[in-house]
């Protein structure tokens, strides 16, 4: 048999226990709940039970307007209803054949300063050169990495551009005429 003492704790640990969970509730008075007023939005709309025959919720269902220049109801109708025009009233119609014109092939240039096959060495003197000014860019071809400077419309600025970078880099660069489709 348990003893007196154990019995009394287990009685204790009974009362604790049900006074946490009863006198709360008692002790509370009357619960007031709040409800938020939020609306919410319908996954689908209910289009089978509009209110009225011209009305679908908030939105009223305009007619179309008959007019005299109102479109059949199938184009076989339309086609069967319209007069076929004699040679008559055919007007030719006169077109013009209009040349294609590349004005942009002749319109920029640039300089090829080098081709490296070290990216990283040509991404290097790329950065130099924009920190000086210039235009530079790499671009990525056959294995070799490509550093060019421009584009720009203006041939005898490029061409002071290619001396002055000559004696910054000690490579000759070549001028190049700027196609914008293939650059």
Known sequence: MASRFQSRLVGTVVLVALGVIILPDILDGQKSHYKEDVASIPLKPDVDKPDSDKEVGQYEILEPETDDLSLPASPVEAAEDSQ?????????????????????????????LMALKNSDNAKKLVADLQKRGYQAHTKQENGYTRVIIGPD???????????ELEKITGSK???????????
């Open 84 to 112: 076929v025009a004699s040679s008559d009233d055919v007007v030719p119609v006169q077109t013009h054949d209009v040349p294609e014109s590349n004005d942009y092939q002749d319109s920029g240039w640039i300089i090829q």
């Open 173 to 183: 660069g070549q001028l190049l005429k700027f196609k914008p489709l293939n650059p």
């Open 153 to 163: 419309v203006s041939k005898s600025k490029m061409e002071r551009q290619l001396t």
